[in-house]
């Protein structure tokens, strides 16, 4: 079992910067790589961003490329997602979930942290 708790969201202007964090806890010894999602209203949950959990491999949805920059901090079980040049399109419930094996599904998921960008 792992438990991912989300924090930093909140309300930016367009161009503006947030940081969200996801520390996890549990059988996170056994994680295979950490991803961020996020869901706007009346969409679907659309990936944005993963990291392995060992090693430097990083992957971004091409909306976010050059904007977003995810991180690891293994000593504290954490994972960042640094989000610059914010834009309204960003707005969404962002999510962060672990993958346990390289070929399944992402197994545990957070309760999700709110980013509102104004116009």
């Known amino acids: 079992q792992v438990q991912l708790v989300e924090s930093g969201g909140g309300l930016v202007q367009a161009g503006g910067s947030l940081r969200l964090s996801c520390a996890a806890s549990?059988?996170?010894?056994?994680?295979?790589?950490m991803g961020w999602f996020r869901q706007a209203p009346g969409k679907e949950r659309e990936f944005v961003a993963a990291?392995?959990?060992?090693?430097?491999?990083?992957y971004y949805a091409d909306s976010v490329k050059g904007r977003f920059t995810i991180s690891r901090d293994n000593a504290k079980n954490t994972v960042y997602l640094q989000m610059n040049s914010l834009k309204p399109e960003d707005t969404a419930v962002y999510y962060c979930?672990?993958?346990?094996?390289?070929?399944?599904?992402?197994?545990?998921w957070g309760q999700g942290t709110q980013v509102t960008v104004s116009s």
């Open positions: 549990g059988r996170t010894f056994s994680s295979y790589a």
């Open positions: 979930a672990v993958k346990l094996s390289p070929s399944g599904p992402y197994d545990y």
């Open positions: 990291i392995r959990w060992s090693g430097t491999s990083t």
